[in-house]
């Protein structure tokens, strides 16, 4: 609202943070690329809402508010520009570049409003999420930087410690400068190499809310919301990626289900037993949307086969309505594509379902003895299920019991340790 409107104090602030948070990473994304420093950016940032809060109160909300705490913003980094050069350079050259750091100055302001940050704010994701950094280095500098969540909530999201999650934002920052990175949008077969990364990062955030590693928590929906809509963000700036078009997928319709997940005690449901009235109908339908646009390009990609995978389940009205043997075949497919011992643990599951738990039992045998699968809790879990329903009671209890002793998650040591005694003594 203008000068001479009614918004109070208070209110005008809740709407000054609230448009900060909506701006937030497009601010950092667009400073970034001028100034080169994630932390430089952010401070610029910071800058320009500490200005909205002083002005804003006594002159009114801007028309587009957004537009101005970006031109606010740049003209706080040409000054740290114009002081940085006045330190470095003779006074010859100082002259020539105020000149120019004031014309930026003006146009910065005019463009603002105009500016499409699309190719900015996707430069800032490719570069918080870029390979050189470990994976849970990736994921907290990405929630930081592009997500705006602190340090704490970073933290408490994951289970591990304000200081440490502070100490992975400021090594990946480090190594950022150190590569010299230009917060651009990588082309051609680099784009091709690093976009992997970048969806690795966001369904590691997506994983980690819909079924927790650790803790007594079962699922954390905010970690999944988060993922959510950096999905969504990634697929308005990369309409035509069939990959990043999957995850979206994959995402709305597996977080269709997160009410459904748990009981009112918080105890795990598992899928087959869920009540899919409750499931989110509206979700179903965006991620259907975002499947069939992906199809359309291709949906060969792990993603999008995945995203196909989860709607089968969304698309069965009764847990006995479900495809499985297309779920099967589709996991046959994955497999070609995405070779890895959970996604064989996982196609043995289907392949039980179709054509029942011997066949399930010998697909699981094939993989037992892979390394990475020691001391992963869901093998045993799936081969209880398996001697479950083969009537091998005895040996299903003992596999169960194993299963529950491995996770880290309370809720699913919990429902593992009832399965076992479901199986009798």
């Known amino acids: 609202m203008g000068p001479g409107g009614t918004h109070s104090t208070g209110e005008t602030r809740r709407a000054i943070e609230a448009t900060f948070r909506i701006e937030r990473a497009r601010l950092i994304a667009g400073l970034a690329r001028m100034v080169r420093s994630v932390d430089l950016a952010e401070e610029r940032a910071q800058d320009a809402l500490v200005t909205a809060l002083a002005e804003w109160p006594g002159g009114g909300i801007p028309a587009n508010p957004g537009a101005w705490l970006m031109a606010v913003a740049k003209r706080r980094a040409i000054d740290t520009i114009r002081r940085d050069t006045m330190m470095t350079r003779k006074h010859d050259e100082i002259a020539q570049t105020l000149e120019e750091a004031d014309e930026d100055a003006a146009e910065a302001i005019e463009r603002a409003i105009d500016d499409d940050l699309g190719d900015e704010l996707l430069g800032l994701i490719f570069?918080?999420?870029?390979?050189?950094?470990?994976?849970?280095?990736?994921?907290?500098?990405?929630?930081?930087?592009?997500?705006?969540?602190?340090?704490?909530?970073?933290?408490?999201?994951?289970?591990?410690?304000?200081?440490?999650?502070?100490?992975?934002?400021?090594r990946a920052k480090k190594a950022i400068a150190k590569a010299g990175l230009a917060f651009e949008v990588p082309r051609g077969a680099e784009r091709a190499t690093r976009l992997p990364s970048v969806l690795e990062v966001i369904y590691l955030v997506f994983n980690e809310g819909y079924a927790a590693t650790?803790?007594?928590?079962?699922?954390?929906?905010?970690?999944?919301?988060?993922?959510?809509?950096?999905?969504?963000?990634?697929?308005?700036?990369m309409p035509e990626e069939a990959e990043v078009l999957g995850l979206l997928a994959l995402m709305e319709i597996q977080a269709s289900r997160l009410g459904a997940r748990a009981g009112p005690d918080g105890s795990f449901i598992p899928l087959t037993e869920q009540d899919r009235a409750r499931w989110d109908q509206l979700l179903i339908r965006r991620g259907l949307d975002a499947l069939a646009r992906a199809e359309a390009i291709d949906g060969g990609g792990p993603y999008a086969l995945q995203a196909a995978l989860a709607a089968c389940h969304a698309r069965a009205r009764r847990a006995g309505d479900t495809d499985?043997?297309?779920?099967?075949?589709?996991?046959?497919?994955?497999?070609?594509?995405?070779?890895?011992?959970?996604?064989?643990?996982?196609?043995?599951?289907?392949?039980?379902?179709?054509?029942?738990?011997?066949?399930?039992?010998?697909?699981?045998?094939?993989?037992?003895?892979?390394?990475?699968?020691?001391?992963?809790?869901?093998?045993?879990?799936?081969?209880?299920?398996?001697?479950?329903?083969?009537?091998?009671?005895?040996?299903?209890?003992?596999?169960?019991?194993?299963?529950a002793g491995l996770t880290r998650n309370g809720r699913e040591a919990a429902f593992l340790l009832a399965r076992a005694k479901a199986c009798g003594q």
């Open 214 to 237: 650790a803790g007594d928590d079962l699922v954390r929906p905010g970690l999944c919301m988060e993922a959510q809509r950096l999905g969504r963000m990634l697929a308005g700036l």
């Open 127 to 170: 570069t918080a999420c870029h390979p050189m950094l470990s994976r849970d280095a990736r994921a907290a500098l990405t929630l930081r930087v592009v997500g705006g969540l602190t340090t704490d909530e970073i933290a408490r999201a994951f289970l591990s410690s304000e200081a440490t999650i502070a100490q992975r934002i400021v």
């Open 324 to 403: 499985w043997v297309r779920i099967a075949a589709l996991y046959d497919r994955l497999r070609g594509v995405m070779p890895s011992p959970v996604v064989d643990l996982n196609r043995a599951i289907a392949h039980s379902m179709a054509f029942g738990p011997g066949a399930g039992l010998r697909l699981l045998d094939a993989v037992a003895g892979d390394e990475a699968l020691a001391g992963y809790a869901p093998l045993p879990a799936a081969r209880g299920d398996f001697l479950f329903r083969a009537g091998r009671l005895a040996e299903a209890r003992a596999e169960f019991e194993t299963a």
